[in-house]
């Protein structure tokens, strides 16, 4: 294999990985209310501002700033089922790293490039899911790649400016565009106006023309996140998701991806990432520092600061400091590529080993091993995570209590809008902004103190899911699965009569999760109703054991019922 074939196989293998980190099972509670959503606006035809979901806030105002996302997500829904939205949003997110690739092959070699983007890849992985945060990844890229150009024609921002409105309505953070813009504005400015090492000027020079022009469409893209179904209010509100991930609300504290990124809480994958983009972005900023491009400097300062705020914001870390790393690293990777010019073989074998890295990478994701070593509760595949979304127990509600409210959790309430509204609402779900404090403040004490339970209940009526409420006089177990617990308001003995044990799961997406459903209803039933149902709970270890051998917390349980 030749030099230049080898470095083509590395950057096709580091993109089939990115590929293979999108076709996973649909594992993200808020891909539910985004699809129940979709279904409303498909159904009336408008945008709903009020919230029509739950009967703990119902009226209350709903800014839905992703509702076009939504929308498309319901079509490709109708169209092919699940896989409909998760290949739509890997469409979104293979072309937006195809295009990272393209921006930084602009100044590194393929493998530089290649090799860049699978950190950016790792970076990203835990925001890999139908969400859209995807159609933001690819517009992002995009206005990076367009501004990055030497000469930005009036075209190019009048189409920058048309992304925007379509962005706005895609996901709040569109105003991402707005921060990429002004980056580039303020560059420019700097370099004609202000008295900047020659080397920074020369970098960062533009036009008088064009910085008129970055002008005039940055103000275009600030007036375009107003052009929404919620106009001021609605350009306004990623100042309130700001003040959320900074503690502003009552939903900020528990939720584990508004807290800053600690790197023993992150996947492995995505603490790599993180660690390694950032020492390349010094090393870049360190190495270059006589010919900084201002623009990239500030977009890897916003991007760094966001990615350091909130868990959700790690995996903009790639974007952002992409254009800094390719730049300043470029006459290095330049000067690495010609001394692997002079001697091809060990050019030919640096891309072999890359990309033979990238494909072992892409057979562990297809395996799901890469999903173990990452901690990820993730399946490759087209279908529905039963684990997480548990079916059974939701059929099992429809038939015993139709009418009745329920107390769920907000990982379940998305999944709840979908299968049952309008016929159900729910106490809660992921649309976290939508909710009172009070409302919001209650559930978080159930959940933190269980005996908080009752006075709620005799609130809101009939409620479910609360594993730990089973102990409460009043209230029964009455199903119970590899996935879920329902408890209803009945004055009989939590015992465990007939038909209260359902399959393990109604639809297991793969052996993995076959085998995590036996171990966690033996498990349920074991905390639930005692020693009384070892036998039950020990067969259901030996399931678990007999669909994944290797299964080490099967094995604990099956200790704990002997003898």
Sequence with gaps: MTRGRAAEAAAATALLLVVALQVHTLDDSDTWWHLASG???????????????SFTAPGAPWINRQWLFDLAAYGTWRAGGPAGPILLAAALFTAAFATLYALARRRLPAWGAAALVVLAAQAAVERFTVRPEAATFLLLAT??????????????????????????????LSVLGLVVLGAELVSAAAARWLPLPPGWRHASRRDGRAVARLAAATAGAIAAEAATPFGL??????????????????????????????????SPPVALGLVALLALAALAALVSWRRWRI???????????????????????????????????????????????????AGAALGAVLALGFALATVLVVSGDYYRASRLTRTFGLGVSGLLFPAGAVDFLDAAAPSARLFNDDVLGGYLLWRDYPRRRVFIDGRFQVYPGAVYAEYQKVLDEPRAFAPLAARYGRLELARAIASIPGWRIAYLDGGAIVLLADHRASELPAGVIGPPLARPAARTEEALAYYQRGRALLFLFGRQTSPLARADFEAALRVLPGLHEARVGLGMTSD
Aim: glycine share 6%; aromatic share 4%; hydrophobic share 60%.
């Design 143 to 172: 206005y990076l790649l367009v501004l990055d150009r030497a000469s930005l024609g009036l075209r190019a921002l009048v189409a920058l400016v048309v992304l925007q409105v379509v962005w706005a309505n895609l996901h709040a």
């Design 39 to 53: 279904r409303l606006i498909a159904a009336e035809r408008a945008v709903a501002r009020a919230d029509p979901f």
């Design 295 to 345: 623009a990239h400097l500030l977009i890897a300062a916003a991007f760094t600061a966001l990615a350091l705020l909130a868990r959700r914001n790690v995996a903009l870390i790639g974007p952002g400091v992409l254009p800094l790393v390719a730049s300043g690293l470029a006459p290095v990777a330049a000067a690495a590529d010609r001394h692997l010019a002079r001697r091809p073989r």
């Design 233 to 266: 209010a609605g350009a306004l509100f990623p100042l309130r998701l700001l003040g959320v991930l900074r503690g502003a609300e009552v939903t900020s504290a528990p939720i584990i991806e508004h807290r800053a990124p600690a790197l023993a809480e992150l």
